[in-house]
């Protein structure tokens, strides 16, 4: 049975830092591109970045200089380090994982991503 779970969510400041984490179970990561999604309320889930097996990445535009992914396969786990964060990065973030890396794209569409995470909170204000 494989399982996500997310964690290192909450409350932060404008221009502050969090890092979450990814803790993968049921298989093993370094197969899988893996990506960070988030969904605000009222809005679609979008894409955050993304990295294939071999660690080739794509960013949002609004992820670019701020967001970094990285993963662990040791640990089997995915992080995503977020700094300078804004009011408009308040969402819910969600961790995703894919065999396929061309899933990893530009685009990064959720339904190329097999299996998820359940999200944690990230609020960003003063």
């Known amino acids: 049975q494989w399982q996500l779970v997310e964690s290192g969510g909450g409350m932060v400041q404008p221009g502050g830092s969090l890092r979450l984490s990814c803790e993968v179970s049921?298989?093993?990561?370094?197969?899988?591109?893996v990506a960070w999604f988030r969904q605000a309320p009222g809005k679609e889930r979008e894409g955050v970045l993304c990295a294939t097996s071999n660690s080739i990445t794509n960013y949002a535009d609004s992820a670019k200089g701020r967001f970094t992914i990285s993963r662990d396969n040791v640990k089997n786990t995915v992080y995503l380090q977020m700094n300078s964060l804004k009011p408009e990065d308040t969402a819910i973030y969600y961790c995703a994982a894919s065999l396929r890396d061309d899933a990893c794209s530009k685009y990064m569409f959720p339904h190329e991503f097999d299996y998820w995470g359940q999200g944690t909170q990230v609020t960003v204000s003063s």
């Open positions: 049921g298989f093993t990561l370094d197969s899988y591109a």
